[in-house]
């Protein structure tokens, strides 16, 4: 599995923010340009034959795409802030292999690409784009579904594993965008909210502190229960004190009716209380509305392929675990196919060329201005 440290990674004199240092499987990922101030982020994931000492050589291998890609976006828009990512974050095939033309590499660096895409998330607010060459849009096809990208760019495919593009923007699910004005977003819970009286359930100060009229019952009950004056020795059942029962009789009354009117005290107390707490809950949720549920725009499909490409003689089918399936410039397919020129396999990131361009267009969010 690929060995990965936090994002912040370490800044080289270069500029270039190392993420992962490569583990003996030759895995690397780099990120160049500022990605904390990005207006946008592009991850260029590239195809057959690509390893860690290779990762620099030109724009041919991803690192030197990069800078290409770099440079192209500050000359068409030097007011735009690019971050690239190149990636290798998996153990990409040679190209003359059985693993060129099977699934298992792809199925392993497709996990890989949407943790890097997760990673990447939480620092970042600037909108991805993948940009995959050749095997890497065979990974590319299988990670993008759900994932929080606005563009993703194949060419020099083999073929994907998608019948169509639709199927790639597989939608994600609605994300939360904070409502309008001061504390946008908050939830408040109305059983948390408390008033003068306490938290709600406990009475608070009702009723002397948790003591609710218990002095008074041990002042008229005291007497009664050890039978005070009106049991004192001797005078108990002697003739002429008929009164006594009657006075029990009266003490006991007026115990229930000063135990009424205070549990009927408190259940008005209580009825307040309740109405002020809900209250309080409406006003907060009319002060706090809850967020707004948005999907994000349907995923933009671009496709193409260099007039010089020799993939193009490459079947676009699977049987079995061989192959890759649909092309993905095919007319029926749904992609937007852009203008690569007449470049080979590996002349997408060359300088000067109207694949660099487009791509660098695709990766600042400006699909207005690719040319097909």
């Known amino acids: 599995m690929l060995r990965r440290l936090a994002l912040a990674g370490v800044l080289t004199a270069a500029g270039t923010v190392l993420l992962w240092p490569g583990p003996p499987s030759g895995r690397l990922v780099k990120v160049y340009g500022d990605l904390v101030a990005a207006d946008r982020v592009a991850i260029v994931v590239p195809g057959a034959d690509t390893t860690a000492e290779t990762f620099e050589a030109g724009t041919k291998r991803p690192g030197g795409a990069a800078r290409a890609l770099l440079a192209e976006a500050a000359r068409l828009a030097p007011q735009e802030r690019l971050a690239v990512v190149a990636w290798l974050g998996y153990d ?28 990447l998330r939480t620092r970042t607010a600037a909108p991805i784009a993948l940009l995959c060459h050749s095997y890497g849009s065979v990974l590319c096809a299988k990670a ?11 060419f020099g495919s083999p073929g994907l594993d998608a019948p169509s593009a639709a199927a790639l923007r597989r ?12 504390g946008a977003g908050r939830h408040l819970d109305p059983s948390r909210h408390t008033d003068a009286g306490g938290a709600p359930g406990t ?8 003591h609710s009229g218990t002095g008074r019952y041990a002042d008229a009950g005291g007497d009664a229960r050890t039978g005070g004056d009106a049991r004192t020795p001797g ?7 008929a009164g006594t029962e009657d006075d029990r009789t009266q003490a006991e009354t007026s115990r229930q009716m000063e135990s009424g009117a205070q549990a009927e005290a408190l259940t008005q107390a209580e009825g307040e209380t309740k109405a002020r707490t809900q209250a309080q809950a409406q006003e907060a949720i009319q002060a706090f509305p809850a967020p707004r549920a948005t999907t994000p725009p349907p995923l933009r499909v671009w496709a193409g392929l260099g007039g010089s490409d020799w993939i193009r003689f490459v079947p676009k089918t699977k049987i079995g675990p061989l192959g890759f399936g649909a092309d993905p410039m095919a007319p029926g397919y749904g992609a937007r196919v ?26 600042l969010g400006r699909p207005e201005q690719v040319t097909s």
């Open 235 to 241: 005078d108990a059942g002697t003739p002429g004190d």
């Open 203 to 210: 009475g608070g100060d009702l009723g002397g502190g948790g």
């Open 144 to 154: 993008v579904p759900g994932l929080p990208v606005t563009d993703l760019a194949v």
């Open 338 to 363: 852009f203008e690569v020129g007449p470049g080979g396999h590996s002349d997408y990131f060359s300088p000067g060329t109207p694949s660099l361009r487009n791509l660098a267009l695709i990766a």
């Open 92 to 119: 990409s095939p040679p190209t003359l292999s059985l693993g060129a033309l099977t699934h298992d590499a792809a199925d392993e660096g497709a996990a890989e690409l949407r943790r890097t895409v997760s990673d």
């Open 171 to 182: 939608p994600p699910a609605p994300m939360a965008e904070p409502a309008d004005g001061p």
